[in-house]
């Protein structure tokens, strides 16, 4: 589905069947939400839809008929932001994929704060690293060394976590 131009509304840009090319489908209509109406998940569809997670994210809604504890465990597990059992109702479906679209930001958000604090963390063993690097082979104290680390990466307008990355492969070099 893609967002239209109306208040509140959809407009269905395709629909395709199950056993399509949902990714080459995706690219080509622009799809902000994915609305399946299947009778339960099955493991080639769930496999797929983990795929297609994983190179365009998107909001996945599944009307299904079956909401059997594992079925629901399953379709959670590759992507699907909201599983909804017992068919698509037209006057549910709105509230829905409204609430998935929702659902599906907060989860893109608290990615993106992970995977930021994953890069921080990461920079920080280094930085720590290389310091030490320094402080054993100019014989500095760390304040001394964080600033030489500091001066580097300014000098050469990069990130201070690379910065320290230069440090370690110089001295792997050279040990």
């Not at 594992?70 to 037209?90: K, M, R």
């Not at 690097?133 to 300014?154: C, F, G, H, P, T």
């Not at 690379?162 to 370690?168: F, H, P």
Request: negative net charge; hydrophobic residues 45%; glycine residues 6%.
């Amino acid at each position: 589905m893609k967002a239209a131009a109306e208040a509140g509304g959809y407009e269905a840009v395709a629909c395709v069947a199950l056993d399509a090319d949902l990714q080459r489908t995706l690219l080509a209509v622009q799809a902000d939400v994915i609305v399946l109406d299947v009778e339960g998940p099955d493991e080639a569809l769930l496999v797929r839809l983990h795929e297609l997670g994983q190179r365009h994210p998107r909001p996945i809604v599944m009307f299904a008929q079956r909401g059997d504890r594992q079925s629901i465990s399953d379709a959670a597990s590759a992507g699907v932001i909201s599983y909804v059992v017992d068919g698509l109702s037209p006057q549910r479906f709105l509230p829905i994929v409204e609430a998935a679209l929702a659902r599906f930001e907060v989860f893109q958000s608290l990615r993106r704060e992970l995977q930021e604090t994953r890069s921080k963390l990461e920079d920080r063993k280094h930085i720590d690293r290389a310091k030490g690097i320094l402080m054993r082979q100019k014989n500095v104290s760390e304040d001394v060394a964080y600033q030489a680390l500091r001066k580097l990466a300014m000098d050469r307008n990069i990130r201070m976590g690379e910065a320290a990355c230069n440090v370690i492969a110089m001295a792997e070099l050279f040990d």
